[in-house]
């Protein structure tokens, strides 16, 4: 029996030491998020995962706020193959991020006192398996539910060409 008991203590003591390690890896990440260097690496991983280059490419300005709950953008600007049609001078996004873990984006807050839209996005072909989504009604699957409480935009300009 105690040949048990010893590997039942040895089996909770490394999962004790695997917990306290994820945990100084996880208070690790916050702290460095909230320094310049790693907003802007942040904000460098979301240009380059949100961007399609040569079709549409997304740059930000600055990315600050209490990371990760509150994100605050500035100088958002997205461009297409004939340059910027879109520009958000500022964007504050409130979230729970943990509700990932749940495969849901809750998105409480979504803010900008300004969005300036230049000109309609050059259209691009959509993927075959778009193609498909859109026949049928639907929208390309995304792995996460996506729930989006407020929306608050004070000014949208819509610059001659979009408005025809």
């Known amino acids: 029996m105690s040949a048990l008991r010893h590997t ?14 994820l945990w100084g890896v996880a208070v690790l990440a916050l702290a460095v998020l909230q320094t310049d ?13 949100l961007s399609t280059p040569g079709e549409s490419e997304i740059s930000i300005a ?7 709950q509150r994100v605050h ?20 996004l409130e979230w729970q991020p943990l509700d990932l873990l749940l495969r849901r984006l809750q998105i409480d807050s979504l803010r900008a006192p300004q969005i300036v839209v230049e000109r309609p996005p050059v259209p691009t072909e959509p993927a075959p398996e778009e193609q498909e989504d859109e026949a049928s ?28």
């Open 73 to 92: 953008l500035e100088g958002l600007v997205v461009r297409d193959s004939r340059g910027p049609w879109l520009r958000i001078p500022a964007l504050t």
């Open 62 to 68: 600055r990315l600050d706020g209490p990371l990760p």
């Open 137 to 164: 009604g639907g929208f390309p699957g995304l792995p996460v539910d996506v729930v989006v409480e407020h929306v608050r935009f004070d000014e949208v300009r819509l610059h001659q060409p979009v408005l025809g």
């Open 8 to 21: 039942t203590r040895a089996l909770f003591a490394g999962l004790l030491s695997a917990l306290a390690v």
């Open 37 to 49: 260097a790693g907003q802007r690496a942040l904000a460098d991983a979301l240009e380059a995962g």
